[in-house]
Nanobody, 115 residues
Framework: QVQLVESGGGLVQAGGSLRLSCAASGSIFSINSILAMGWYRQAPGKQRELVATITRSGSTNYADSVKGRFTISRDNAKNTMYLQMISLKPEDTAVYYC??????WGQGTQVTVSS
């Protein structure tokens, strides 16, 4: 089993930056066997959507809406994944969830971008 805890959300003005963190704990065997992880977000009244993913080998993928503004990374030694967000827009407002393959989820962290 793997437990995920997000942190780093908050209120920021448009154009600002935030860095989200996702700390994993639990079975070291399970954590080391994870092949992919990522970030999703869900805005009020909308479906949860993929933001970015990163594989165990470091390959990344981003939603078109965040390309060039968000960067996903991981620190294997700390079992922590990050999402650096810059040039934030009001439409980035959502609850952000970290996800580990196959189906591990964090509790979510709120990101609110004011105009």
């Amino acid at each position: 089993q793997v437990q995920l805890v997000e942190s780093g959300g908050g209120l920021v003005q448009a154009g600002g930056s935030l860095r989200l963190s996702c700390a994993a704990s639990g079975s070291i065997f399970s954590i080391n066997s994870i092949l992919a992880m990522g970030w999703y977000r869900q805005a009020p009244g909308k479906q949860r959507e993929l933001v970015a993913t990163i594989t165990r080998s470091g390959s990344t993928n981003y939603a078109d809406s965040v390309k060039g503004r968000f960067t996903i990374s991981r620190d294997n030694a700390k079992n922590t994944m990050y999402l650096q967000m810059i040039s934030l827009k009001p439409e980035d407002t959502a609850v952000y969830y970290c996800w580990y393959l196959p189906n591990y989820w964090g509790q979510g962290t709120q990101v609110t971008v004011s105009s």
